[in-house]
Nanobody
């Protein structure tokens, strides 16, 4: 499995970014996908998940602020991030996961293919 996240950058507080993650080497349409982030000195955390059927779930920290979506024809998952805050600053990664049902922002399986991630910097 190869995962390539992109779309990060420097944005002012209150701004927006759209992250993309292209997947290869996996049967993408059958996979649940997750967006994770890791801030300096913190553990990596799952912030958004989308099932293979398109059902979405979010951590409390980003609910109402981030939107995850997928395009199975392009083997790509997206993360639209609005009203960004300094605490959203992190390296963002995507991964193939198996989300626990019913959805609870926990996952049972993931791959080792974290890739480089994409850095989001929120600063004025």
């Amino acid at each position: 499995v190869q995962l390539q996240a992109s779309g990060g950058g420097l944005v002012q507080p209150g701004g927006s970014l759209r992250l993309s993650c292209a997947a290869s080497g996996t049967r993408f349409s059958r996979d649940d996908m997750g967006w994770f982030r890791q801030a300096p000195g913190m553990q990596r955390e799952l912030v958004a998940g989308i099932t293979n059927g398109g059902i979405t779930d979010y951590s409390e920290a980003v609910k109402g602020q981030f939107t995850i979506s997928r395009d199975n024809a392009k083997n790509t998952v997206y993360l639209q991030m609005n009203r960004l805050k300094p605490e959203d600053m992190a390296v963002y990664y995507c991964n193939v996961v198996l989300l626990r049902r019913p959805l609870s922002m926990t996952y049972l399986r993931w791959t080792d293919s974290w890739g480089q991630g994409t850095l989001v910097t929120v600063s004025s």
